[in-house]
């Protein structure tokens, strides 16, 4: 399939939304996945402006180069089910995947969000009322494939009521020593550490120390930037609401292996402007975690990282988690490896890696712990039930797929609720959801990157099909 635009084509898509059929729409999205390179030249006329804005252009292309870098080109197999405002539809990709893709259209047709879930080839009847005894047999054969040709590496663990169904480690935590993976090894995981912010923040808050809505300076009198100071809110910073952007700079880039404090972090960002009006738009942002750490110290008068090791590992059980210096080898933690552009083989991501994570990312948690996290998390052991559901509800809508809540994801598949973050960096892929409802718990660790979030796509979809009822499936977010 060309990966090419020509003019008439171009035209007749545009033609095409304009008359807000969503079955165009898909064949407009399915057309600009495609079209490589040209994508930028053609945003507008496929994405609302809000959407742009949110993602940012860079942000737009970066996510569209990682999706097509997994499938290659797609071709839409059959529309399975289309409104005024939205549509979904099933494709093949020229990898051999099968994706869901749903698209939130705005009333002239161009896309206000949009949803990309991996599937089974076209899903049938028999697919619906998987147990959890099949749906641990098809993660197992799946990730054992995955593993043979060399395209996973960490753990995997899928529990029922917080009980094991399968758990399996791949691969290898260090490829110069031969050391393996195991269920306990400590796995880097990307942003999925801001899970840990929004719940010590929301621990803050059960026990009245502070309060969602109350400004920074309340908190950071002297922080430098006024702005941040007086008009961002502890809300805005945990739903990525406040403007604030990322730390990863050309200061950054010189002094990572020497930041070792939230204020080191702080540093690379603090005289920044605010990307827009706080409130008025979302925007991922790292450094606003690093604000929030920042207050966790300031109210409980304990460093962040100490914070966060009394508050959440410990109580949960957590003993193989933490944030680690990249200079340490007491740990046991999984080295990260990644493929270069235009390279063939994976190479360490040690380079990469600044000397310690801060409260955006980049700690470290074995699988088994992540499970403890999870029964901790509902069994009142780390917050209460009221408080916890505030935390983990969105508050931020991505469309029909659900949205942010308090640094947690909370999303939907075939009407099936489930909450948590995922990370990914070069050397790092990590997912973590969980389904209150049907009561899974899904883990998937990689030191390999991009290859935990294909899997958990996958699985999520199988427990999605959990559900008997017939529901249409809903497909996990990436707007």
Not at 23 to 47: C, K, L, M, P, Q
Not at 198 to 203: H, N
Not at 296 to 313: C, L, M, N, T
Not at 345 to 351: A, K, L, Q, T, Y
Request: proline content about 4%; cysteine-free; charged content about 20%.
């Amino acid at each position: 399939m060309s990966r090419i635009l020509t003019a008439v084509a171009f035209l007749w898509l545009v033609s095409s939304i304009a008359v807000a059929a969503p079955e165009r729409s898909a064949e407009a999205f399915v057309h600009y996945w495609n079209a490589g390179d040209d994508r930028a030249a053609i945003n507008s006329e496929v994405f609302t402006d809000d959407f742009i804005a949110r993602r940012g252009e860079e942000g737009l292309a970066q996510m569209m180069r990682m999706v097509y870098g997994d499938n290659g080109d797609i071709a839409v197999h059959s529309i399975t089910r289309a409104t005024g405002d939205s549509v979904r539809f099933l494709v093949s990709s020229e990898k051999g995947n099968w994706l869901d893709i749903g698209l939130d259209l705005a009333g002239d047709g161009r896309i206000g969000a949009f949803g990309v879930q991996f599937t089974t080839p076209p899903p049938v009847g028999s697919e619906q009322g998987l147990d959890g005894s099949e749906i641990a047999k098809r993660v197992r054969d799946y990730v054992d494939g995955l593993a043979e040709k060399g395209a996973f590496s960490g753990a995997v663990l899928l529990a029922k009521d917080f009980e094991p169904v399968l758990a399996k480690s791949y691969g290898l935590a260090d490829r110069e020593t031969g050391r393996a993976n195991t269920l306990d090894t400590p796995i880097n995981l990307g942003s999925m550490n801001k899970m840990f912010t929004g719940l010590a923040i929301t621990q803050l808050v059960a026990e009245g120390k502070l309060a969602y809505d109350d400004p920074v300076g309340k908190y950071l009198p002297d922080y430098p930037n006024q702005r941040v100071r007086d008009t961002v809110s502890i809300h805005q910073l945990l739903t990525h609401t406040s403007g604030l952007g990322s730390y990863w700079n050309a200061r950054y880039d010189e002094r990572k292996n020497t930041l070792q404090s939230l204020d080191d972090f702080a540093a690379l960002f603090v005289d920044d402007p605010l990307a827009f009006e706080p409130g008025e738009a979302e925007q991922y942002s790292n450094a606003g975690p690093v604000v929030l750490g920042l207050i966790i110290k300031s109210v409980s008068g304990q460093d962040y990282y100490a914070f966060i090791r009394e508050r959440v590992y410990s109580p949960a059980g957590m003993d193989n988690s933490g944030h680690f210096d990249k200079f340490e080898n007491q740990s046991g933690k999984a080295n990260g490896y990644y493929v270069p552009e235009g390279g063939s083989e994976p190479i360490s991501n040690f380079d990469d890696l600044g000397r310690i994570g801060s409260a955006a990312g980049g700690g470290y948690a074995s699988a088994n712990d992540l499970l403890r996290f999870a029964r901790a998390l509902y069994d009142g052991t780390l917050i209460d039930a009221e408080h916890r559901e505030i935390m983990t509800t969105f508050k931020v809508p991505w469309g029909a797929e659900g949205g942010y809540g308090y640094l947690f994801a909370d999303l939907r598949i075939n009407g099936q609720r489930f909450i948590g973050h995922n990370g990914g960096a070069p050397g790092i892929n990590a997912e973590f959801s969980h389904f209150p409802e049907l009561g899974y718990t899904l883990i998937v660790l990689s030191n390999l990157d991009r290859a935990a979030t294909p899997v958990a796509d996958q699985v999520r979809t199988w427990i999605g099909y959990s559900n008997s009822s017939g529901a249409p499936r809903e497909a996990a977010s990436t707007d």
